[in-house]
């Protein structure tokens, strides 16, 4: 499994080896080991989510509230698309930056996203199912966006695409007005929630290595 850090504080891409032959491929998007190794806790799992898109599709840019906040891991089981990160932090060294990682069906590379951070994704094939693993159930009333063509944040989307959006995602508020409204998750916070994980992370550890 190869790692590389984002340009966003926490958030980091994992590529891991695909093994193919006559019968088809076997590959571990997420494997333990190099998770803990980069992030520095484990992952919490309390959903898993499966979105299917049309060519053109623009998911985000969708965060949850803080607290309780999500991470997420993402990777394309089919098609490919273009996988974006963008920190919404407010007092985070990166704050308004944003990263791209291209997901596909060929390499499986996979995207974390630390708690407070916002993602998007554009779908770049038609039938392009991407999977999360969520460390909190949905809650509509925690879900909120900010503006994906935001000319502040500048995400380079690419210019010869049809974009197709939900109403939601079209009447985000920019970063600068979801700033003034309150409603941007603050990197201590953040940070909070995070070790927390790494906590109970090391609390687990500590109980498996004890003798029974």
Known sequence: MRTRALAVTGAFSFTPEVYS????TFVSPLQHTAFV?????????????????????????????T????????????????????????????????????????????????????????????????????STEYRAERELAVDPFDPALGVAWPKDTEFVLSGRDRAAPSLARAEAAGVLPRYEECLALDAGEAAVGAARADRADRPA
């Not at 032959?21 to 088809?24: K, S």
């Not at 049309?54 to 509230?65: D, M």
Request: glycine fraction near 10%.
């Open 67 to 134: 607290p309780p906040g999500q991470t997420k891991y993402v990777h394309c089981a089919r098609g490919r698309a273009m996988d974006v990160v963008v920190d919404i932090r407010v007092g985070s060294p990166t704050f308004g930056r944003w990263d791209v990682v291209e997901l596909d069906a060929r390499s499986f590379r996979a995207t974390y996203l630390p708690v407070g951070v916002g993602h998007a994704f554009l779908a770049l094939e038609d039938d392009t199912v991407m999977s999360y693993l969520v």
């Open 37 to 65: 190794a980069a992030v520095g806790h484990d992952l919490t799992v309390a959903q898993t989510n499966h979105s299917r898109s049309a060519r053109g599709v623009l998911r985000g840019i969708h965060f949850t509230t």
């Open 21 to 24: 032959d006559e019968r088809g």
